[in-house]
């Protein structure tokens, strides 16, 4: 198991940005991505990032919004949350998959982190 601990939520306006943090330790793995869940809803992806060669996917909600990144020395994932709207509102949660890599399905990720609140306001 990988252990993953997020950081970075908040509450926010309308239009403005968030980043947020996930730090790993524990096992290796080969990839990471960022999953939220919405009050009443099924949790869906958001994005997520080859640990290696850095390729990155996006949900269609997100695209040219969100940005995934990563910091290899710091075993660390971030997500820059760009024009942010009220939409994007839920708790975001981080994960680590050993074998596939840019999966968007929950069942291919090995470890999750807590989850981080963001609240987005109008």
């Known amino acids: 198991q990988v252990q993953l601990v997020e950081s970075g939520g908040g509450l926010v306006q309308a239009g403005g940005s968030l980043r947020l943090s996930c730090a790993a330790s524990g096992r290796t793995f080969n990839a990471m991505g960022w999953f939220r869940q919405a009050p009443g809803k099924e949790r869906e992806f958001v994005a997520a990032i080859g640990w290696r060669a850095g390729f990155t996917w996006y949900a269609d909600s997100v695209r040219g919004r969100f940005t995934i990144s990563k910091d290899n020395a710091k075993n660390t994932v971030f997500l820059q949350m760009n024009s942010l709207k009220t939409g994007d509102t839920g708790v975001y949660y981080c994960?680590?998959?050993?074998?596939?890599?840019?999966?968007?399905?929950?069942?291919?990720?090995?470890?999750w982190g807590q989850g981080t609140q963001v609240t987005v306001s109008s």
């Open positions: 994960a680590a998959a050993s074998r596939i890599v840019g999966s968007r399905l929950e069942r291919d990720y090995d470890s």
